[in-house]
C-alpha cells in the first residue's frame, strides 16, 4: 500500500512528465527537435516564460490564452498534464512505490503519448515505440528477470493477433496499431489479454455509437484505434491481474 506521500509525488511528477508529452505529441509528427527551441506561443512566436508553462495552474490562471498576444491555447494541454498526473497517481496506488514504476510509468505516458498523436495525426510513431519496446526487454532484465519470458511470448501473441486483425479488416486499423498491440503486450505479460478485450469493447461501442447517430456515412470514417488500446492497455496495467483472477475463479 502506497503512502499517501508517494501517491502525492508520483501526481505531481506526472504533471510534469504531462508538460513535456505535450511537447512530443506537438512536434514529434512533425519531425521537430523535443529539446529546442523552448516553448512558444503558436500565435505571436513569443517564448513562454517558466512562470507561464506550470503544468494545468498556468492555463487556468491564464483563462487559456496567450500572456503576450491573447491567442487560445488548446485545452489539450491542461488535459495531457492532468491525466498524466491522475495516472501516474492511480499507479502508485494501486501497484505500490517500488522498482516495477521504472517500467510502468514510461508505459502510461507512452499509451498517453500515442493516443493523443493518433487522434490529432492518425499515426502511431515508431520513434516512441521502439525504444520503448527495447526498455522493456531491459527493463524486466534488470527488474525481474523471470517475467520476461512471459512479457515476450505476451508481445508477440498480441502483435500477432492484432496483425490478424488488421489484415482482415485492413481500413480498421494501421500496422502502427499492431506495433502498438506488441509493446503493450511485452509491459502487461497476460494482463494483456483483457486489455486488448477492453480496447476492441470499447472501440465497438463508440462504432456503434456513430452508425446509430450518421447511419451508413459513419463507416467511411476512419476512426484511429490507437486511443482504445492506449485506453486498454490503462485498464491492464491497473487491473489486468485482478480481471484474470476474477475470470478464473469464476469460470475456471
Known sequence: MAAASEIVFAVLLGLLVGSFLNVVVHRLPLGESLARPRSRCVGCGTQIAAYDNVPVLSWIVLRGRCRHCGAAVSARYPA????TGVVFGAVVAVGGFDDTLLLELPFAAMLIAVAAIDLEHRIVPNKILLPL???????WALVDLEFLPEAAASGAGAFAFLLLAALAYPSGMGMGDVKLAGVMGLYLGLAVVPAMLVAFLAGSIVGVAMIAREGATARKKGVPFAPFLALGG??????GDELISLYADRFL
Open 234 to 239: 490503462l485498464v491492464g496495467l491497473l487491473a
Open 133 to 139: 519496446a527495447i526498455w522493456a526487454v531491459a527493463g
Open 80 to 83: 495531457i498534464e492532468a491525466l
